[in-house]
């Protein structure tokens, strides 16, 4: 997909305006510590992290606030989610320095990023600030569209199940991860040696064509929601029973899980941090709606 043509702040366009008290008062001395809520389509990238001779999320937005900036800024994602994944609410933070308003900023990082995506939101954080490690949950969401013949329409963002899923059967078995739980059954802890988890919620239910999973943790281990999904999947094919999902869970055994998900059905939702610590610039326009991701 082709990069836009970098554009001036004169051609801005809409004010944004930010909650009461937020602090958005921004020096022209100084740098500013600040974190992103950015959206994306993964399926022409190699994941969100640089890696060399790849295209990657986290490139693509550090080479266009390089051009509006002039100076090299690292960004530190909440999560480096897989090659081919999504994001709808992906939080990132950085130090940058910057003279002009947060509204200017998005919309001059905007457009210089490519189509597939976008900075939705930016706010000014304190120091202490980090998009990982300041997180109190995550939640991911997979897709599967679950009819005989596949929709086009969805082949980017939903994994195509021909056999008709038990839903309920599924939303039995998902409601076992709810807890603290050693969960290596369905992956490996992305550093060290600890693999438990604490899951705050997880759901299936259906919306016709899609049958969707959503779960949220304290955090997830390497490729946790994709052998989640398969699993449960085989639970919805009869091949597993809600129990033996269960039994899995206990047996913390990386070998019985059902396989691995594609990447193109799950999509980070949100990043969830203690209310008050966050603090987004919005667009001031009255369609513009806060989804779940911004609190």
Request: glycine share 8%; proline share 6%.
């Amino acid at each position: 997909m082709e990069r836009k043509e970098p554009e001036g702040l004169k051609d801005a366009g809409e004010s944004f305006c930010a909650p009461e008290g937020a602090g958005l008062s921004v020096s022209s001395s100084s740098s500013l510590n600040l974190a992103a809520l950015v959206e994306y389509d993964g399926t022409e990238y190699a994941g969100f992290q640089v890696q060399r001779g790849a295209r990657t999320i986290q490139e693509e937005l550090e080479q266009a606030l390089a051009v509006i900036t002039g100076e090299t800024v690292r960004l530190v994602p909440a999560g480096r989610t897989d090659a081919g994944v999504h994001a709808l609410g992906q939080v990132v933070h950085l130090r940058a320095a910057w003279r002009h308003s947060l509204g200017d900023l998005q919309r001059a990082w905007n457009a210089n990023l490519p189509n597939d995506i976008v900075v939705r939101a930016l706010a000014l954080v304190p120091p202490t600030f980090h998009a990982r490690y300041s997180a109190r949950s995550r939640v991911y969401r997979y897709q599967i569209d679950n009819e005989p013949v596949r929709r086009p329409l969805l082949a980017r963002y939903a994994w195509h199940v021909d056999r008709p899923l038990d839903v309920g059967r599924m939303a039995e078995a998902a409601a076992m991860l709810v807890g603290r739980h050693d969960l290596r059954t369905f992956g490996r802890a992305p550093q060290g040696e600890n693999t438990v988890r604490t899951v705050l919620r997880a759901a299936v239910w259906a919306e016709a064509p899609r049958v969707c999973i959503e779960v949220e943790a304290d955090a997830f281990l390497q490729h946790m929601m994709r052998r989640v999904a398969a699993t449960l999947v085989a639970v919805g094919k009869g091949r597993l029973s809600p129990g033996e999902f269960g039994d899995m869970i206990r047996a913390r055994n990386p070998r019985l899980a059902a396989g691995l998900a594609p990447p193109h059905g799950l999509c980070l939702m949100a990043v969830r941090y203690e209310p008050g610590l966050v603090h987004w610039s919005l667009p001031s326009w009255g369609s513009w709606q806060k989804e779940s991701c911004i609190e």
